[in-house]
C-alpha cells in the first residue's frame, strides 16, 4: 500500500532564509506527486505536481520541488522564505488506477520567524 | 469560474442527530473526492464518486457513512447517528475526467457535541 511520510512535524526558519521540507513515498509505480499548502481554517490549495519528465518542478509562490526516484523522496524548497509562508505543508500521492485516490502525509507545520 | 464549493462551513450537531455536508464541483468536474481531516493529521481519504457513481469507497466508515452523487445537484455525505469521534473537517476536491489534478473545497468543520 502506499505511504507518504513528512519526518518534520514543525520546521521554524527565519525569514528570508532558505526551506527544504521533506517527503518520502512508498509506491510501486512512478507515482502522481504533489505539494499542498494549507493555511489555517482553510482548504488546500495546490503548491504543484509532478508526474513524469523533468524531476525538478517548479511551482507557484517560488517553491520547486525535486523528485529522486532512486530515494523516494520529493522534497520541496524555497530559496527564500516570507512570513506569508507559515502554513501547514502537505505532500501527497495519487494512485492512477480507476480514479486518482489521494494518500497524504502528516503534515508539516512552518513557522517563520522574523 | 467559481472554485469547489462546500456548504456548511460550519456545523454543529449533537451525539446521534444525523450531519448532511454538501460539494458543488467545479463547472465541468464530473469527479468528486471526499476526505476527512482530524485534527492534528493529514486528509485520509474517503470515497470517490463520479455522477450516480460511487467508484471507490475503501476509506469511508462501514457504518453511518454514506456518499451520493446524484445526476443533478451537489455531492452529499450524510453521517448518521454522529459521535464526538466524527468531529473533524470534511474536505471535497473535485476533478475533471481523467486527470490527476484534484481542486479542493474549503471544507465543512463538523464540531459534535
Known amino acids: 500500500a502506499q505511504s507518504v511520510t513528512q519526518p518534520d512535524i514543525h520546521i521554524t526558519v527565519s525569514e528570508g532564509a532558505s526551506l527544504e521540507l521533506r517527503c518520502n513515498y512508498s509506491y510501486g509505480a512512478t507515482p502522481y506527486l504533489f505539494w499542498y499548502v494549507q493555511s489555517p481554517g482553510q482548504g488546500l490549495q495546490l503548491l504543484l505536481k509532478?508526474?513524469?519528465?523533468?524531476?525538478l518542478v517548479q511551482g507557484i509562490k517560488g517553491f520547486e520541488a525535486e523528485f529522486k526516484r532512486s530515494q523516494s523522496s520529493f522534497n520541496l524548497r524555497k530559496p527564500s522564505v516570507h512570513w506569508s509562508d507559515a502554513a501547514e505543508y502537505f505532500c501527497?500521492?495519487?494512485?492512477?488506477?480507476?480514479?486518482?485516490?489521494?494518500?497524504f502525509g502528516a503534515g508539516t507545520r512552518l513557522f517563520v520567524k522574523a | 469560474n467559481a472554485g469547489v464549493m462546500q456548504n456548511p462551513r460550519h456545523l454543529v450537531r449533537r451525539r446521534g442527530q444525523e450531519a448532511r455536508l454538501r460539494c458543488s464541483p467545479m463547472?465541468?468536474?464530473?469527479?468528486v473526492y471526499w476526505y476527512r481531516q482530524l485534527p492534528e493529521e493529514g486528509l485520509k481519504f474517503m470515497v470517490y464518486?463520479?455522477?450516480?457513481?460511487?467508484?471507490?469507497e475503501s476509506g469511508m466508515p462501514k457504518e453511518r457513512f454514506s456518499a451520493e452523487f446524484p445526476k443533478e445537484g451537489p455531492s452529499i455525505l450524510r453521517i448518521q447517528q454522529v459521535v464526538r469521534g466524527d468531529s473533524a473537517a470534511y474536505f471535497c476536491a473535485s476533478s475533471p475526467p481523467t486527470t490527476e489534478t484534484q481542486y479542493f473545497g474549503p471544507g465543512t468543520r463538523l464540531l459534535v457535541l
Open positions: 464518486l463520479q455522477k450516480e457513481n460511487i467508484i471507490d
Open positions: 501527497a500521492v495519487a494512485e492512477g488506477t480507476g480514479g486518482f485516490k489521494t494518500i
Open positions: 463547472k465541468g468536474h464530473s469527479h
Open positions: 509532478y508526474f513524469s519528465g523533468d524531476t
